[in-house]
């Protein structure tokens, strides 16, 4: 993809819009329609799905999936659209990432929150699935048998994260016959942001004090 004036400026509006979208933590919106108070006075503090679960339950965590893995998708959606009808470009995946990558800050950064928001496994979950469903799909896999096994959802999301960039360079090289330097880097910094955001889970899974996925409200 050559980076022409259309070009970028199709990337940088759809840059700040994944952010501002992404910086709409549906965690916090249901919490507060739901409870009228901030998911992240409760359980963990984390503005996220699981944190939802445990504490409102299956129907507002629900809403919160749909709402979180919905902006990933339109956030991608969004930058294909500006780059094929404006600047008449079919070849995605730099603006892609970029744009995934600025969904996933927006969720963990939130503007509209003080910046605090939650891990971004739902919204990245969403970009993936649009960048590549297959690649996308085997890391669902990992993280629902790690889930399985453990009942730790912060671990299946770390396993997810490992495979991620593993398996996009895995169906890229299939595909071309050739490995991307620049995909790799964007898929690993997507990855690394998602862990470094679990850094405190991490510390619980190795001292033994991480709380176990359950579908009772506390």
Same mark, same amino acid.
């Given at each position: 993809?050559?980076? %022409? ?5 199709? $990337? ?18 249901? $919490? ?12 963990? *503090? ?12 299956? !129907? ?23 780059? @094929? ?20 800050? *927006? ?28 690649? *996308?799909?085997?890391?669902?896999? !990992? ?6 096994? %453990?009942?730790?959802?912060?671990? *299946? ?9 593993? $398996? ?9 016959? $050739? ?18 955001? @679990? ?20």
């Amino acid at each position: 993809m050559a980076w %022409t004036l259309p070009v970028i400026l199709c $990337t940088i509006g759809a840059t700040v819009v994944a952010y501002l979208l992404g910086s709409c933590n549906f965690a916090i919106i249901i $919490t507060k329609l739901f409870a009228n108070d901030d998911i992240r006075n409760h359980g963990s *503090g984390n503005a996220g799905l699981t944190n939802v679960l445990r504490t409102l339950g299956k !129907g507002p965590a629900l809403l919160t999936l749909i709402g979180d893995f919905s902006k990933g998708i339109l956030s991608v959606i969004l930058v294909r659209l500006l780059l @094929h009808y404006i600047a008449g470009v079919n070849d995605f995946y730099v603006a892609d990432y970029i744009v995934a990558i600025a969904a996933l800050l *927006g969720h963990n950064f939130p503007l509209y929150y003080g910046f605090r928001g939650g891990k971004g496994i739902l919204v990245s979950f969403g970009a993936v699935m649009i960048l590549s469903p297959i690649a *996308g799909t085997i890391c669902f896999i !990992g993280f629902l048998l790690a889930v399985i096994f %453990t009942k730790y959802v912060s671990f *299946g999301s770390i396993v997810a994260c490992i495979l991620f960039p593993i $398996t996009t360079q895995l169906f890229y090289y299939l595909k071309t016959s $050739t490995f991307s330097l620049t995909q790799l880097i964007l898929a690993l910094c997507i990855s690394a942001l998602i862990i470094f955001m @679990h850094r405190s889970n991490i510390s619980r899974l190795l001292h033994g004090k991480e709380s176990k996925l359950s579908f009772k409200r506390k």
